[in-house]
């Protein structure tokens, strides 16, 4: 008698709250509290909050309120600053099997460990769907429950069917495909929960290889976490990422298919047909390197791919799926023909690495290459002053810290994809590079006089200067007008 619930949902209104702050002001009839459960609390509108805070501010002593939501964040704050809050946490598989078991020995019916494992697991954390499942089951096997059964009464996919699937997969066996989609249909499971089941044994099969959760974590059992580990060991982490996202876009796909059986067919044959990814970037190494171990006909291969009009692989892209290097955006790669010229747009990148001194070292260095068909790839990291005792202050401190060669021939290797021989030198200005240089820092005016002996006449006679310069859009000759005349420089 002095509890009430209140579903939320249905009964949003400010009238309803109401109702509940009159029942308030009355005391317990039999009990110490009276207790006040709304349900789906989050769905009160607005001006029902707002009735509702008086009586939170300063509630009766004899009156709790209990408050359920599955979604907090769209309480309140005014709310959730007046109350306690409690996070309920999803049951672990071992738990819900224990209350089962308990269950299962108080009524004597016979159940082996893995029967109940199958409750707890479909049950996903929830004590309550847990008995619901056990009660549909019991009432179709009686006190003598087995695996088999209760998969067929609640229309589970044993997952026997998916290491069959993904063992196919991994031999390329497109029948072993088609004949583990006919054993689920003649077990009369459905295609929902078929791939709803694989998708979450790919995930168990990713967690595991990857040690990064418990089996308690994964709600599976110690021998499933161990038979996962052993599985599928040659498709690798990339491989079964690809075959995660086929799945995805499969059950998008399967709700709006006039045929739906060949549809999940033809995609686990695909899933089996595709070739095992490998590094692209090893590959691209492979073909750069005259001296590597590969062979020619893995050569040839990663050639013939790279020339099909249909592959456009983004320069130093890897198409390891697991490559740690998949963390951050690839750098482009080069040529061995290419890398002098982009030296200036690398070292600059090199600004943003986090060590000023390095980058600062690099500042103002020139790359000049040596014999381009050699390997390893003679590269010389170039300082150059008007005379030895000018040299720029990179190249001293690239002398003192010998590891930021080495650094630097790691980075350079990466963006050539073969080994590269970086030495430090040294060098003055040629004469032409001198004159070079020196026009480089001429205005446009002064260049402009070089060229121009009138010019630089008149400026001499009249003791002319720049005042500002403004570049045409088309040059004009001012020896004619525009009628073909000649104009009269008078």
């Known amino acids: 008698m002095d509890i009430y619930e209140i579903d939320a949902a249905s009964n949003t209104g400010v009238d309803n709250i109401r109702d509940v702050i009159d029942r308030v002001q009355y005391p317990p009839v039999i009990g110490k509290y009276k207790i006040f459960i709304i349900d789906e609390v989050h769905m009160l509108s607005q001006g029902a909050f707002n009735a509702l805070l008086k009586t939170l501010e300063e509630p009766p002593p004899h009156v709790i309120f209990i408050f359920a939501t599955t979604e907090v964040n769209k309480l309140l704050p005014t709310i959730l600053s007046r109350v306690q809050r409690f996070d309920f946490k999803r049951l672990t598989i071992s738990q819900i099997a224990s209350r089962l078991r308990y269950i299962c020995e108080q009524e004597h019916i016979n159940a082996s460990d893995e029967t109940l494992e199958i409750f707890a697991e479909k049950a996903d954390g929830s004590m309550r769907d847990g008995l619901t499942y056990f009660d549909q089951a019991y009432a179709f096997t009686g006190s003598e429950m087995d695996a088999d059964s209760v998969r067929s009464v609640l229309g589970i996919p044993p997952t026997e069917l998916f290491f069959e699937l993904i063992q196919a997969i991994e031999g390329h066996n497109l029948k072993g495909c088609f004949q583990m989609v006919d054993k689920a249909v003649n077990r009369g499971i459905e295609f929902a929960p078929l791939l709803d089941g694989f998708g979450k044994f790919l995930r168990n099969l990713i967690y595991s290889r990857l040690d990064a959760f418990s089996p308690d974590d994964l709600n599976i059992s110690a021998e499933l976490y161990a038979k996962y580990k052993e599985t599928a060991t040659s498709l690798s982490n990339g491989d079964l990422l690809r075959i995660s996202k086929m799945l995805i876009d499969l059950q998008a796909q399967i709700r709006y298919s006039s045929n739906p059986r060949l549809l999940v067919e033809t995609t686990f044959a695909r899933m089996a047909w595709l070739d095992r990814l490998t590094d692209l970037r090893r590959a691209l190494a492979a073909i750069n390197d005259p001296k590597s171990a590969a062979d020619e006909a893995t050569k040839k291969k990663v050639t013939e791919i790279l020339a099909m009009p249909e592959i456009a692989l983004p320069a130093g892209s890897s198409a390891e799926g697991d490559s740690p290097d998949n963390s951050y955006s690839e750098p482009p790669a080069y040529s061995r023909y290419e890398i002098t010229a982009a030296w200036p747009s690398i070292s600059a990148s090199l600004a943003n690495c986090g060590d000023l001194q390095f980058s600062a070292a690099i500042n103002g260095s020139v ?124």
Request: net charge negative; glycine share 4%.
């Open 367 to 490: 790359l000049e290459m040596g014999d381009i068909k050699q390997t390893p790839f003679p590269l010389f990291l170039t300082y150059i002053g008007e005379s030895e005792q000018s040299l720029p202050w990179g190249y001293q401190q690239i002398q003192e810290q010998p590891e930021y060669l080495a650094r630097l021939k790691t980075i350079l290797e990466d963006r050539l994809q073969t080994q590269v021989d970086l030495r430090l030198k040294a060098r003055t200005f040629t004469s032409e590079e001198l004159v070079s240089r020196a026009n480089a820092q001429k205005s446009p005016f002064e260049r402009d006089l070089d060229k121009d002996a009138i010019l630089k006449k008149m400026v001499e006679i009249f003791g002319g200067e720049c005042i500002f310069s403004k570049q045409l859009n088309k040059q004009i000759d001012l020896s004619t007008s525009e009628s073909g005349e000649e104009v009269n420089d008078n």
